[in-house]
């Protein structure tokens, strides 16, 4: 069963930066989809960024391009969202998860396509 745990997350002020790390464990993480997302108060969960697990692609949302880069190091089978320029719509609870059934080169943004997720980990940005 393919684990995943977030962190990194807290409290920063608008215009600062935080990486976020998920660890995935009980599997070989590179044969998966990574993605990130969040979910703010009242809002429905949305998506981030996602690599694939070809790592040929990576998409962001576009609220983040520019300002946010998704990485993977698959040694350590751990993917990274670095986060700059924050704002304060940026806060929210951040997840990973990850997917394997739709082939290498799938990505998505989607949440309803994922099957495996962390617990999340709060990002505050206070104006």
């Known amino acids: 069963q393919l684990q995943l745990v977030e962190s990194g997350g807290g409290l920063v002020q608008a215009g600062g930066s935080l990486r976020l790390s998920c660890v995935a464990s009980?599997?070989?993480?590179?044969?998966?989809?990574i993605g990130w997302f969040r979910k703010a108060p009242g809002k429905e969960r949305e998506g981030v960024s996602c690599?694939?697990?070809?790592?040929?692609?990576?998409i962001y949302e576009d609220s983040v391009k520019g300002r946010f880069t998704m990485s993977r190091d698959i040694r350590k089978n751990t993917v990274y969202l670095q986060m700059n320029s924050l704002k304060p719509e940026d806060t929210a609870v951040y997840y990973c998860?990850?997917?394997?059934?739709?082939?290498?080169?799938?990505?998505?943004?989607?949440?309803?396509?994922?099957?495996?997720w962390g617990r999340g980990t709060q990002v505050t940005v206070s104006s």
């Open positions: 009980g599997y070989n993480f590179d044969y998966h989809t």
């Open positions: 690599i694939s697990s070809s790592g040929s692609y990576t």
């Open positions: 998860a990850a997917e394997a059934k739709y082939g290498r080169d799938w990505y998505s943004l989607l949440p309803v396509l994922y099957d495996y």
